[in-house]
């Protein structure tokens, strides 16, 4: 079956399979290994310090020289948060881990950290990184300029008809457009009601409206779901959830095995762990946290909140205290090697397509 189409051309790969950037998730060798294999691997770098993004791009580029994206989250934090909000779950939080037989430090509402991506961007630009995608907004008119300038791909996130259009009239060339279905953060970006649109209904309403190639997200987990992408009018798919359990996963094995009991009603939208909504297996600091019936902190203060819990219990094996995100489909995730993962998609679709 012929592969290559605007999408393959315009990001110089084979297959216009994009491994979609899951921060806490992908490491280099897994982006590494889906460029290897003609794919489109993505580093998330979202939120993360330039020195660690420096670094993880040279780990990148040691091990592959195909193209690869560095994703970026793109919004524009509040300075300052009402801090009753921030102190009031704090307090429950800290009870919440006695009454678990858990600790976790508090956090300073003064040196919540924060890395913008007007910071991030000089350092991706001048690591030669000329594929970038993005997600929770889009940047500004300067910040485009500056990215026009460098000649740099522009992939960004939408979940609605509107948000699309928002992106292609500002300059983006690639438009990701992720169903309700996908799991982590919904990049959704404008006021109002969160979209909760799915897949199989917004691939094609944006495909009538744009002009730019559009990637389908949310729910791919075989070489169905390519096909069905491609039959939407989608130029490509972006997969998450299928390399959740790869060998070159982050995951812990205990959040492995997690992934692995999960079924189709086990995953939610909530904004418990970072402010920001967001799907993930349903557990009991998502539960306890959403039961408390406290205000919930904008990302990233309420994110800053849980971060130190889960990072001990993510050492103590305690998944009900760390975020599982996952997609509605994640429980189909594969454990085997990304290489592994990828030409099986590969064949899958190919298979799919000859029917
Ligand atoms: C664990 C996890 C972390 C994610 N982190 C990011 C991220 O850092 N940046 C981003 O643009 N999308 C992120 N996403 C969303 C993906 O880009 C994509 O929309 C989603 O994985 C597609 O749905 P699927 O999980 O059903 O394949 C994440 C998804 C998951 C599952």
């Given at each position: 079956?012929?592969w290559k189409n605007e999408l393959t051309r315009m990001l110089g790969i084979t297959y216009p399979i994009i491994q979609a950037p899951m921060?806490?998730?992908t490491t280099p060798a897994m982006v590494a290994a889906v460029s290897n294999s003609g794919g489109l691997g993505s580093l998330p770098v979202?939120?993360?310090?330039?020195?660690?993004i420096t670094a993880l791009i040279r780990e990148v580029k040691a091990l592959t020289q195909q193209p690869f994206a560095v994703n970026?989250?793109?919004?524009?934090?509040?300075?300052?948060?009402?801090?009753?909000?921030?102190?009031?779950?704090?307090?429950?939080?800290?009870?919440?881990?006695?009454?678990?037989?858990?600790?976790?430090?508090?956090?300073?509402?003064?040196?919540?950290?924060?890395?913008?991506?007007?910071?991030?961007?000089?350092?991706i630009l001048?690591a030669g990184i000329r594929h970038i995608s993005?997600?929770?907004?889009?940047?500004?008119?300067?910040?485009?300029?500056?990215?026009?300038?460098h000649q740099a791909l522009l992939m960004?996130?939408?979940?609605?008809?509107?948000?699309?259009?928002?992106?292609?009239?500002?300059?983006?060339d690639v438009?990701v457009?992720?169903?309700?279905?996908?799991?982590?953060?919904?990049?959704?970006?404008?006021?109002?009601?969160?979209?909760?649109?799915?897949?199989?209904?917004?691939?094609?309403?944006?495909?009538?409206?744009?002009?730019?190639p559009?990637i389908?997200?949310?729910?791919?987990?075989?070489?169905?779901?390519v096909?069905?992408?491609?039959?939407?009018?989608?130029s490509g798919v972006q997969v998450g959830?299928l390399f959740?359990?790869a060998e070159e996963s982050?995951?812990?094995?205990?959040?492995?095995?997690?992934?692995?009991?999960?079924?189709?009603?086990?995953?939610?939208?909530?904004?418990?762990?970072?402010?920001?909504?967001?799907?993930?297996?349903?557990?009991?600091?998502?539960?306890?946290?959403?039961?408390?019936?406290?205000?919930?902190?904008?990302?990233?203060?309420?994110?800053?909140?849980?971060?130190?819990?889960?990072?001990?219990?993510?050492?103590?094996?305690?998944?009900?205290?760390?975020?599982?995100?996952?997609?509605?489909?994640?429980?189909?995730?594969?454990?085997?090697s990304t290489g592994d993962i990828f030409a099986e998609l590969v064949r899958?679709t190919?298979?799919?397509?000859?029917?």
């Amino acid at each position: 079956m012929e592969w290559k189409n605007e999408l393959t051309r315009m990001l110089g790969i084979t297959y216009p399979i994009i491994q979609a950037p899951m921060l806490g998730i992908t490491t280099p060798a897994m982006v590494a290994a889906v460029s290897n294999s003609g794919g489109l691997g993505s580093l998330p770098v979202g939120g993360l310090p330039p020195e660690k993004i420096t670094a993880l791009i040279r780990e990148v580029k040691a091990l592959t020289q195909q193209p690869f994206a560095v994703n970026l989250f793109v919004y524009e934090p509040a300075a300052h948060y009402d801090r009753k909000t921030f102190d009031d779950m704090q307090e429950f939080l800290q009870f919440l881990y006695g009454a678990h037989q858990l600790a976790a430090t508090p956090v300073s509402y003064d040196e919540v950290p924060f890395y913008s991506w007007r910071v991030q961007l000089p350092v991706i630009l001048a690591a030669g990184i000329r594929h970038i995608s993005f997600t929770f907004g889009m940047p500004d008119e300067e910040g485009f300029r500056l990215l026009k300038e460098h000649q740099a791909l522009l992939m960004g996130t939408a979940t609605c008809i509107e948000e699309a259009s928002l992106l292609v009239a500002a300059g983006t060339d690639v438009v990701v457009v992720q169903g309700i279905e996908a799991g982590g953060h919904r990049g959704s970006f404008l006021p109002g009601e969160l979209p909760r649109i799915g897949t199989m209904a917004l691939v094609p309403q944006v495909v009538d409206r744009v002009r730019v190639p559009v990637i389908a997200a949310g729910g791919i987990m075989d070489g169905r779901g390519v096909a069905a992408a491609r039959m939407l009018g989608a130029s490509g798919v972006q997969v998450g959830s299928l390399f959740l359990r790869a060998e070159e996963s982050l995951a812990t094995p205990a959040h492995k095995a997690v992934l692995a009991g999960i079924t189709d009603t086990d995953t939610l939208l909530t904004r418990a762990f970072s402010g920001r909504w967001a799907r993930g297996v349903r557990n009991t600091l998502l539960k306890e946290i959403e039961a408390s019936g406290l205000p919930i902190s904008d990302y990233p203060y309420q994110d800053a909140l849980t971060q130190p819990i889960r990072k001990v219990a993510r050492e103590l094996d305690k998944t009900e205290f760390i975020n599982v995100w996952a997609g509605q489909a994640a429980g189909k995730a594969r454990a085997w090697s990304t290489g592994d993962i990828f030409a099986e998609l590969v064949r899958e679709t190919t298979l799919a397509l000859s029917k």
